[in-house]
């Protein structure tokens, strides 16, 4: 049941242990103030019965104890409020910087993860469940610890006092709250299985909030009309899910409140039980008050602990959703080569076949390729036919299923990640557009010149964006995209400028991969791109994935992919004298445009 609660506790107090020491310390004090309380209470009573009884008899009362009782009082509920104000501050700090930490490990965690996670839907499950909940419940878990604790010292100091008048009362004091106790836990049981069962379904919702609510998305969704068919899904998906939380919470209070009813009966019977001890004498107006008001504070002291124990169980079953993702496998990078054998060698891929995980068909099938350093490849090929995979096995983002991929002689698992990160620089199809100034955007390329604007300058120019961004407002630091205030969207074609800007930035890059990044753009300034582009490679490798065979024809290599297997591989003139796949497929496009 505790099984995350030591974790919980040493999260918090590596978080800030002057608020942890404060809450301990504060905790303490409220346990026992109550109790201090209820005694001098008595004590009131007492003094003002005994005070009545002499102005009864002779006229006169000494007073001056009365007040000296009160004023006791008075100073102690003073210091319990403040007590309780100050468990409420540290609570409300905790809270805020133990968010913060936790929502910062499940960042740093994903840091971490390969992209094979990331495509994975139950991972992704996994994920929104430990967003979703557990970054506030190690501060639940821990409250509740403490709170377990101060209460379980009001209640020792309850029990205490109580035993003087029967130890019947002190047993009748824990066990009346036991059944209200073993509901509370079954039902937080069964409300984490149904959490972790609509995962899935959650996510989905989220996902239908951001089609719906979102500007990429906007313009489709109005002109194709498809506001209500994802709302009707939106509001269907809620149905299912509320009728699983209100069957829950209909029975969960139901018995609730019949088990409650146990409690109620016995708080009433122990009354009854002390007023008739009262009247026959064995106890004063005082000790009946304290009684009274103790077997009440005790009762919810009792009630207090076992709903904490049930809530601590509950938090751990949350917790353990945020420790499953922190404590997901990720394979370390092993590499640690920073030159490769052969320097000169460039890039092969030997007999190199990978499927995705889930999938049951290759996703690439033997694969044998050579580029040398100064050379340019061309890959063909239709949608799905593992082009894209062959560059994230050279960016490894993953790795092959069998065979090797080498550069300069060395293969890719046994170099340094970083160092051959920095070798390539790569422009996706589905390059990300980020939501922030201009020059952020192109210093993306290389984090350790993001803010340098002299590489800006130097990189914009070089993937033919500096002209645009001089118009724009602020140049380089005008906000991009419509999220924040004053931002500016550009069009497809700017974007992918930028786009080309930041693979630019690595200077060091002497691989450059181009995944059809000038989609938007038309022909003519497509060929301008890829022309000066191919001036700037100079005795770089450069690969370039594109439709379009008039930038296709400018490489030294072609080579043409189909389910996953290189069918044809030459330069343009050999793969038109083979009459093939590719040059049916030129043929097709040239005629397009007589």
């Not at 209200?180 to 972790?196: H, I, N, V």
């Not at 290389?446 to 604007?453: G, H, K, N």
Request: charged share 20%.
């Amino acid at each position: 049941m505790f099984r995350f609660s030591g974790r919980a506790l040493e999260l918090v107090w590596s978080t800030s242990r002057p608020l942890t020491i404060v809450l301990a310390v504060l905790t303490l004090a409220a346990g026992l103030l109550p109790a201090g309380v209820a005694w001098v209470g008595a004590h009131i009573v007492d003094a003002v019965v005994g005070a009545s009884r002499l102005w009864a008899s002779d006229g006169h009362a000494p007073l001056r104890s009365v007040f000296e009782w009160v004023a006791l009082e008075g100073l102690l509920v003073a210091a319990l409020a403040g007590v309780q104000r100050g468990l409420s501050s540290c609570q409300s700090l905790l809270r805020a910087l133990l968010g913060q930490r936790v929502n910062v490990m499940i960042l740093e965690k994903a840091l971490t993860l390969e992209l094979a996670h990331f495509e994975d839907s139950e991972f992704y499950d996994k994920l929104t469940r430990a967003r979703r909940e557990a970054s506030t419940r190690p501060l639940s878990l821990v409250t509740r610890t403490f709170g377990l604790v101060q209460n379980a010292i009001s209640l020792v100091s309850y029990g205490t006092l109580l035993f003087r008048f029967s130890p019947w009362a002190v047993l009748v004091l824990v066990l009346a709250g036991l059944p209200s106790f073993l509901a509370e836990t079954k039902f937080s049981g069964d409300a984490f299985r149904l959490f972790r069962w609509r995962s899935p379904e959650t996510r989905m919702q989220l996902y239908l909030e951001t089609v719906i609510a979102r500007e990429d998305h906007a313009k489709e969704v109005k002109l194709y009309g498809l506001g209500p068919l994802l709302l009707a899904r939106y509001r269907d998906i809620f149905r299912l899910l509320y009728s699983a939380d209100r069957d829950l919470t209909l029975r969960r209070d139901s018995w609730g409140f019949g088990l409650g009813l146990v409690g109620t009966l016995t708080l009433y019977g122990a009354y009854a039980w002390i007023a008739m001890t009262t009247v026959v004498g064995r106890i004063t107006l005082g000790q009946m008050t304290m009684y009274l008001m103790l077997f009440r504070q005790g009762q919810s002291a009792v009630s207090a602990m076992l709903s904490a124990i049930g809530g601590m169980y509950e938090d751990n079953l949350y917790l353990s959703t945020l420790y499953e993702y922190l404590e997901t496998a990720v394979p370390r990078a092993a590499g640690t080569a920073q030159r490769g054998a052969k320097p000169d060698d460039g890039i092969r891929f030997e007999q190199v076949s990978f499927t995705y995980p889930g999938a049951t068909e290759p996703a690439l099938r033997e694969i044998d390729l050579h580029i040398r350093p100064g050379q340019s490849l061309a890959l063909v090929g239709q949608n799905g036919s593992g082009k894209t995979t062959l560059i994230k096995l050279l960016t490894r983002l993953y790795a092959p299923d069998s065979g090797r991929i080498l550069l300069d002689g060395t293969d890719l698992r046994e170099w340094d990640e970083r160092t051959l990160l920095q070798r390539i620089g790569v422009i996706f199809q589905d390059f990300a557009r980020y939501q922030m100034r201009v020059g952020e955007n192109i210093g993306a390329g290389d984090v350790s010149r993001f803010e340098d604007a002299a590489r800006w300058r130097e990189a914009s120019d070089k993937g033919m964006a500096s002209e645009f961004i001089d118009s724009l407002p602020a140049g380089f630091d005008t906000q991009l995209g419509k999220w924040f205030r004053e931002g500016r969207e550009l069009s497809g074609g700017q974007w992918q400028k930028i786009a080309l800007a930041r693979a630019f930035m690595r200077s060091q890059a002497d691989i450059l991969v181009l995944d059809e990044p000038t989609a938007a753009m038309d022909a003519q300034a497509e060929a301008t791109i890829y022309e000066h582009f191919r001036e700037l490679a100079g005795n770089r490798i450069a690969i370039l994935i594109s439709h379009r065979f008039s930038t296709v024809r400018m490489a030294n290599q072609i080579i043409v992919i189909q389910d996953g297997r290189i069918i044809e591989h030459g330069d343009h003139q050999q793969l038109m004298a083979q009459d093939g796949h590719y040059a049916h497929l030129f043929t097709l496009q040239a005629q397009g445009y007589r």
